[in-house]
């Protein structure tokens, strides 16, 4: 009987040893089995005393894993040495071995903590083109080492679509912490999000507190988010790396674990015959057939239809709503449609104002939902029934190139002087028509 042990190994600090207890016992939980928890920094002794209890025990594999963000090489090192030393003294034994967190996940999670420190500090909304979020690295002597908190900051930007995500160091290298928040400030930012790049707490922690204590600027509000160690994702994000360090061995684990976390590569044929039998139901008909090709050329723009008063007849101008949602070839537009600026609104506001009457009528016709028209400037938001309604609806909405955004139940487009009714603000209520409707008609369901 194949008896697995996870050994879960972090680089400092150990102050936060309660921490990483913590954290094995959900990856234990998740995992289903044994996990067995220690710092690379501490003796050797007593992991091997453990290790060797739970193989009396009938532990019969060991999958070693780093809580490390990134490609630490300290956690690298550190983690080769135990795995050789575990070999040397149990040569038979099989032994795994597991990287990192995957870059994309750690990306959502820091993402998640900084969005976390504006509800927290009630900004209302979090006015994304007014908050800065920065993350926060202990600073190394290798350069290569600094440019991975560089290109993780990028990562958050793109994975949560703020406007920019910028980084700062504690030491040995710039920009400190007070540094960045100062350019922030100078910018014009009104609130300024100070993300740990960590998994625990501990002495990095309180200089970072520290340092976010001293750059206070007076117009400027300088948040605090927390580190990774509590987030509910971490867990998910460790079980993939352990079905990663299997191998062609996940064969051997819980297929219920494999579809938990692994999604579509854990299926079986079968499964995936199910998986697309019921897509198909969905499918508009002339697309059920597998031998009938999918156009990818973007279909017709439809044409304004009028009513009686010469407005546009928002509710009359398509049919096929399912046809546009699931099978409409490329996006709606050919590039990003993006919120004005300030200063362009300030210099048209008339014009402005009427873009945002017909786009707040075309909303409401299609849709039936409130309207706010007088939120940030170059966003009206549609009030959705609830805040899942909102995130579907905002996903559905950017694959269109048309930029969203939310604030818990409000969805949030873009509107601008510049925008005519043939093009921009028909765009907008196009999308939003398609999304309501494929929400309405299938995705609740």
Known sequence: MDVPLTLLLAPGPPAARRSLDVVARRLAAGLRHDVVAAWLQDPLDELLARVEASLAGGASRIVALPLALGPAESATRGLARVIEILRERWPALPIHRGLPLAIDDVARMLGDRAREAMRRAHLRPPRLSETAVVLVGAGDANPLANAELARVARLVCEAHRVVDVGYAFLALTSPSVGEIVLRWSRLGARAVVVVPYAVFGGPAQRRIGAAVAAARIARTKVLLATPLASHPALVGALVRRYLDALGEDAASVDPALLQAFRGTHAHTLDEVADVEARVAALLPPRYRDAVTAVSPAPMAAAELELDANGQVAWDRMWQGFCELALAG????????????????????????????????????????????????????????????????????????????????????????????????????????????????????R
């Open 329 to 444: 070839g490329p996006p709606h537009r050919g590039t990003l449609l993006e919120p004005a600026s300030r200063e362009a609104i300030a210099a048209e506001t008339g014009r402005y104002a009427a873009v945002v009457r017909e786009l707040a009528r075309g909303l409401r016709i299609v849709t039936g939902l409130p309207v706010e028209t007088d939120g940030v400037p170059g966003w009206i938001g549609l009030v959705c029934r609830s805040e899942a309604m909102a995130i579907w609806l905002m996903r559905a909405i950017v694959v269109e190139n048309v930029l969203a955004r939310r604030e818990g139940p409000t969805l949030y487009l873009p509107a601008g002087p510049e925008f005519t009714l043939g093009a921009e603000i028909k765009n907008v209520v196009t999308v939003v028509a398609k999304a309501h409707h494929y929400w309405l008609e299938h995705a609740q």
